[in-house]
């Protein structure tokens, strides 16, 4: 990928940037996995860099780390062949994917890449049973029409209901500086359009904008998790219920993640 309004394009784009010279520190997944370890981590998220690039290695840090209890998740632009998937599938507790745009000429002009094969891998990837949720950064002017929010709402429940869709606030930044940052309105909207198509958890994120963090029973509308940015303020589920209705929260809620993937 070669996303124009990548957030963290020094990392991604580094050998872009610099004669192809690539940065960083020689570890082994041992020494990965012992300073998970050492700082009281419960999990380890491969991230920032696309994990599929250094895909051995990641594997066989995971491979380590649930051998030590540890879960793995990885945050990812889902391009990935179904090979790759259900290799990744047994040792992988959870992922975050981003869908980008519901347009193939967005993925092309934009990312430099093709919008199908990552439909195509949230759709696997949840039925071998991995617990997926999605992200779409929300471009004004790009992607943000409610035509095309709501094709990515289909798509998702055509696929799980229970998917959570977090739609995020885009800031100018790398090669597209000529947008403005997304409005707070756009969120709720977009928010709106995931509900409506049946959606069970949608969330709002890098603009404050109510409670659009925060966790609702999908029966009873009872608030169930309280958050502020990275700030988890509550946690009322009662074993993955509703305290209130007794209604089933699909996600994973206990430790080690590979023991528990998901409770309803």
Not at 15 to 23: C, F, R, W
Not at 46 to 70: K, Q
Not at 157 to 181: C, N, Q
Request: glycine share 8%; with cysteine.
């Amino acid at each position: 990928f070669f996303c124009q309004h990548c957030q963290n394009y020094q990392i991604s784009q580094y050998p872009h940037m610099n004669a192809g010279e690539i940065a960083g520190s020689l570890r082994s997944p041992e020494q990965v996995v012992a300073a998970a370890e050492k700082s009281g981590c419960r999990s380890i998220s491969y991230t920032y860099v696309e994990p599929t690039i250094f895909y051995e290695f990641a594997r066989d840090c995971m491979e380590l780390a649930h051998g030590r209890g540890l879960a793995n998740l990885f945050v990812s632009n889902g391009y990935m062949t179904a090979e790759c998937s259900r290799d990744l599938a047994p040792l992988l507790d959870g992922i975050n994917i981003d869908i980008k745009s519901f347009s193939e000429e967005f993925y092309r002009t934009v990312c430099k890449a093709s919008l199908q094969p990552v439909l195509d891998t949230v759709r696997l990837l949840r039925e071998l049973g991995v617990w997926v949720e999605v992200t779409t950064l929300l471009i004004p002017g790009l992607n943000d029409t409610a035509e095309e929010l709501a094709g990515i709402a289909s798509f998702l429940y055509s696929v799980d209901p229970a998917i959570p869709w977090h739609v995020t606030g885009f800031h100018p930044t790398y090669k597209m500086l000529d947008r403005e940052a997304t409005s707070a309105a756009s969120l709720r909207m977009a928010r709106q359009i995931g509900l409506d198509a049946g959606l069970r958890f949608v969330y709002q994120g890098n603009v404050r904008s109510g409670d659009g963090e925060n966790t609702l029973c999908p029966s009873c509308h009872t608030e169930l998790i309280f958050r502020t940015g990275f700030t988890l303020h509550s946690n009322r589920l009662k074993d993955g219920r509703c305290p209130e209705c007794g209604e089933g929260i699909e996600g994973v809620w206990q430790f080690p993640l590979h023991d528990a993937r998901r409770s309803e």
